[in-house]
């Protein structure tokens, strides 16, 4: 991961928006987002993060 990128994490019953603030290969370390909202949904959550970090989201097949 790299730094200032987004990801997600389980939080209690929820999913919470991170930005990793330190990495160096081995170690990583994030905060949390404070002006998102806390997710239900997984599929929802992932859909942000590919939104804030600029990526191309394409929903996940679910067979």
């Not at 200032?4 to 290969?25: A, K, P, V």
């Not at 081995?26 to 859909?47: C, M």
């Amino acid at each position: 991961m790299k730094v200032g990128e987004y990801h997600y994490n389980l939080h209690g019953r929820h999913f919470r928006i991170y930005q990793c603030d330190y990495s160096d290969g081995r170690i990583t370390t994030s905060k949390p987002v404070s002006n998102e909202p806390n997710y239900n949904d997984r599929e929802a959550a992932r859909k942000r993060v590919y939104e804030l970090n600029g990526w191309n989201y394409k929903p996940k097949d679910i067979k």
